[in-house]
């Protein structure tokens, strides 16, 4: 049997649901991931981030392999039950597989009347050096 907690929170069709990492500091957005129910039973119960990685259909415990993992400090839901959002601390500061500090890296730019994504963060570390 669900928690009552656990029971609230309204998951799609796939038994998931959207997850967005900010950091508890700065209100950066970091990544947004996925999330099952034993995912957010264990980011409760240990404290650090863990999502639902949709491609290896297994848990993904941020940070496994990088070492960048997430603290979290604070879990929210939405009005209608069906988004989560972590305030976390990112150990190593480094959110993205590319080695950058978040996900959101690139900015619609508008060139010659032309729009265009332009990357404005630099990589912290060499994504080859993260999972050696």
């Given at each position: 049997?669900?928690?009552?907690?656990?029971?609230?929170?309204?998951?799609?069709?796939?038994?998931?649901?959207?997850?967005?990492?900010?950091?508890?500091?700065?209100?950066?957005?970091?990544?947004?991931?996925?999330m099952?129910?034993?995912?957010?039973?264990?980011?409760?119960?240990?404290?650090?981030?863990?999502?639902?990685?949709?491609?290896?259909?297994?848990?993904?415990?941020?940070?496994?392999e990088?070492?960048?993992?997430?603290?979290?400090?604070?879990?929210r839901?939405?009005c209608?039950?069906?988004v989560l959002l972590?305030?976390?601390?990112?150990?190593?500061?480094?959110?993205?597989?590319?080695?950058?500090?978040?996900?959101?890296?690139?900015?619609?730019?508008?060139?010659?009347?032309?729009p265009?994504?332009?990357?404005?963060?630099?990589?912290?570390?060499?994504?080859?050096?993260?999972?050696?």
């Amino acid at each position: 049997m669900q928690p009552d907690w656990l029971a609230h929170v309204h998951f799609d069709e796939q038994g998931l649901i959207p997850a967005i990492a900010q950091d508890a500091d700065t209100g950066r957005i970091l990544m947004v991931a996925w999330m099952n129910a034993d995912a957010l039973a264990e980011t409760v119960a240990t404290g650090r981030g863990v999502y639902w990685s949709r491609s290896r259909q297994k848990l993904w415990r941020k940070g496994e392999e990088s070492g960048h993992t997430q603290q979290v400090h604070e879990i929210r839901l939405d009005c209608d039950a069906d988004v989560l959002l972590l305030r976390i601390k990112q150990q190593g500061g480094i959110a993205c597989h590319t080695g950058r500090e978040s996900c959101f890296y690139q900015k619609l730019v508008m060139t010659n009347d032309s729009p265009r994504w332009q990357t404005v963060d630099p990589v912290l570390k060499d994504p080859q050096h993260i999972y050696e």
